[in-house]
């Protein structure tokens, strides 16, 4: 009974996974646009096997990381210091309201006369699309810090650095967590998207040289592929969370 | 010269005035306890002794100089313990705050976190969080932490107000033990009548609503009941009957 029960959430993705093997074997034969399951894993076998799926994932990952970690440095830095003065937020109100709505991908076209194609390119665009949501989420964990908090940091004579560091940014974590598990996701997306529309290079460029040298066995190798390195990543993110959680003393 | 001295301090807060003229001095090693109803002013006066509050007119000083903000020399022990203890450090860890903050060598704080732990009976404890402590024993923490600051003015803001009776009792004991050994300067806020005259050499009374006829000032009263105290005797002591009974007039029936 124990094994069945675990083996129910498996049962409509297998279904549905037969069902596409006996279309595209059958009816859907002569299909540009799908393959059979069995072919696009034997597609994502030879791709792991030369190495072009390790190098196509490394890029991507290593550019996502790397935006993020601009955009979310730079709008954590922000957001403290606008969430700790209400002065310096009211003169940035409206720069922020109007460059946040900015489509990130709109950038791609500036971003590449600037940076050309390549590593700047990605990293650049994700800093932006990061940035945003970091920024905002951090100015308001910030502005919810325990008053009492700030109160005991005076009471202690706690340095103005030593504030942020050991009183304000301990007590945002349960904030920023959210922000960076968002700002995971967006990275990830908005880097597969410019690899799409612009870098030649990384996991989305190779699915679309897949679909362009119409190899939909390939192609949908890379789709599956991504969904899994998107699971992959969430579930790292939501594993830090826990352990920093834990750490802190949060009974999880 | 006394430690702390209020020379017609007087504060407004939003336009109303929450404590009028009130002058009063607190010399070194006395525990003053002041007493009165909510709305009285009591925390605001307390906040002001610890610089978190400037007064609208009057002086307050200490050793004679104009008190102009927080000081690591004052301590202030919070009633909301819960929300005064960093929820993401230890014990240990929320005692070290004071030392880092006061400059202390990291080779140093372990010895020092470990005495005042010792001072406050929560050495077994050291490396749990708040949320495993009982209320009672967050509260000690936070004054383990103020000790560790090594004041020489100790504020506590209703420190026992949200504990129940037989933890309350216990703390007063062991404040009043904590303060004689060590000679600190309190000042203590209250709304129990019987834990102000029971812990306090001298007992400040406000009144609410102050007016030029009743100022909030309502009464100051020495309590010459002798140390060291102990709840049941001393509760029954003739002078603990007489100041109870001054002192509900005083505030009961304004």
């Known amino acids: 009974m124990g094994a069945l ?4 959430p498996w049962v409509f993705p297998a279904v549905l996974l037969a069902a596409l093997e006996t279309y595209t ?15 696009a894993l034997q597609a994502f076998w030879k791709a792991a096997a030369d190495g ?9 990952l290593g550019s996502a990381a790397l935006g993020l970690l601009i955009g979310a440095a730079g709008g954590l830095l922000l957001g403290i210091a606008f969430g700790l003065s209400p002065r310096a937020a009211r003169m940035s109100f409206l720069s922020v309201e109007l460059l946040r709505p900015v489509p990130s991908v709109a950038l791609i076209p500036l971003a590449m006369l600037v940076f050309g194609f390549g590593l700047a390119l990605e990293v650049s665009v994700v800093a932006f699309a990061t940035f945003w949501p970091m920024l905002v989420l951090s100015q308001a964990a910030a502005r919810q810090v325990e008053p009492r908090l ?16 050991k009183i304000i940014v301990p007590a945002m974590v349960p904030r920023l967590f959210v922000a960076l598990r968002l700002g995971v996701a967006i990275a990830l997306v908005v880097a597969v998207t410019v690899e799409i529309a612009a870098n030649p290079n990384g996991m989305g460029y190779a699915i679309m040289i897949a679909q362009q040298s119409l190899e939909p066995a390939l192609m949908l190798a890379w789709l599956f592929w991504i969904g899994v390195v998107g699971v992959a990543v969430n579930a790292l993110a ?13 009974v999880v | 010269m006394s430690l702390l001295r209020f020379d017609g301090v007087a504060i407004h807060l939003g336009g109303r005035e929450i404590l009028s003229p009130t002058s009063f001095e607190v010399g070194r090693g006395e525990f003053v306890c002041i007493i009165g109803p909510s709305g009285c002013g009591k925390t605001t006066l307390l906040r002001a002794a610890a610089g978190f509050v400037t007064p609208s007119a009057g002086a307050a000083l200490r050793h004679g100089e104009p008190i102009t903000g927080p000081s690591r020399e004052v301590a202030f022990v919070f009633q ?12 240990e860890g929320n005692i070290s705050l004071a030392l880092e903050a006061a400059g202390v060598p990291a ?20 490396h749990k969080f708040p949320v495993q402590l009982s209320g009672g024993m967050q509260q000690r923490v936070q004054i383990a932490r103020c000790l560790a600051q090594q004041p020489e003015l100790m504020m506590m803001d209703e420190p026992f107000g949200a504990l129940d009776a037989m933890t309350r009792e216990g703390l007063q004991d062991e404040l009043a033990r904590l303060v004689r050994d060590s000679g600190l300067t309190v000042l203590f806020v209250t709304h129990d009548l019987e834990e102000a005259i029971y812990l306090g050499d001298r007992v400040i009374a406000l009144r609410a609503n102050p007016t030029p006829e009743q100022p909030s000032l309502a009464a100051m009263i020495d309590v010459p009941i002798p140390r060291p105290r102990e709840q049941l005797s001393t509760k ?12 509900y007039q005083f505030l009961g029936h304004p």
Do not use: N
């Open chain 2, 80 to 91: 909301d313990y819960g929300r005064a203890l960093l929820p993401w450090r230890t014990v």
């Open chain 1, 25 to 39: 074997r059958t009816v859907g034969a002569s299909s540009d646009a799908l393959a059979p399951p069995s072919a």
């Open chain 1, 5 to 8: 029960k675990l083996l129910r």
């Open chain 1, 238 to 250: 939501l594993w830090l969370q826990t352990a920093v959680a834990r750490r802190m003393g949060v």
């Open chain 2, 107 to 126: 080779a140093e704080r372990p010895a020092r976190i470990a005495e005042v732990l010792k001072t406050v009976g929560l050495a077994a404890h050291a």
């Open chain 1, 52 to 60: 072009s799926l390790w190098q196509a994932t490394g890029f991507t």
């Open chain 1, 150 to 165: 700030l109160e005991v940091a005076m009471a202690l004579g706690l340095s103005p650095t030593a504030r942020v560091c």
């Open chain 2, 236 to 247: 029954e002591h003739p002078d603990f009957l007489r100041l109870r009974r001054e002192l």
